[in-house]
């Protein structure tokens, strides 16, 4: 099983990018599928998760109304759009998967699958 995510860069403060993550090797269409950021010298942190159905989504306080979580359950896929991206969003963004829930993710424990992570750097 693999989680393959794209679209990291360098973007100016108050820009946009646009986070994909494709699944192979089992499909997570029954599972909840969200991302985590990881910025230097701090742990880990959740982002945003979406239920399996798409119709329910989660946000840490730090990025609602900022960023977008979607999914596209055919393509195994998901996706964070970033928009008004802050130089406090720079981070190693990794997309994640869990087999054991359908509903939400809250911390890294619940993932059971990481994919190998994007930069994402913003400049101020």
């Known amino acids: 099983v693999q989680l393959q995510a794209s679209g990291g860069g360098l973007v100016q403060a108050g820009g946009s990018l646009r986070l994909s993550c494709a699944a192979s090797g089992r499909t997570f269409s029954r599972n909840v599928m969200g991302w985590f950021r990881q910025a230097p010298g701090k742990e880990r942190e959740f982002v945003a998760t979406i239920g399996w159905s798409g119709g329910s989504t989660y946000y840490a306080d730090s990025v609602k109304g900022r960023f977008t979580i979607s999914r596209e359950n055919p393509k195994n896929a998901v996706y964070l759009q970033m928009n008004s991206l802050k130089p406090e969003d720079t981070a190693v963004y990794y997309c994640?998967?869990?087999?054991?829930?359908?509903?939400?993710?809250?911390?890294?424990?619940?993932?059971?699958?990481w994919g190998k992570g994007t930069q994402v750097t913003v400049s101020s």
């Open positions: 994640a998967a869990s087999i054991r829930y359908s509903g939400r993710l809250y911390t890294g424990g619940d993932v059971d699958y």
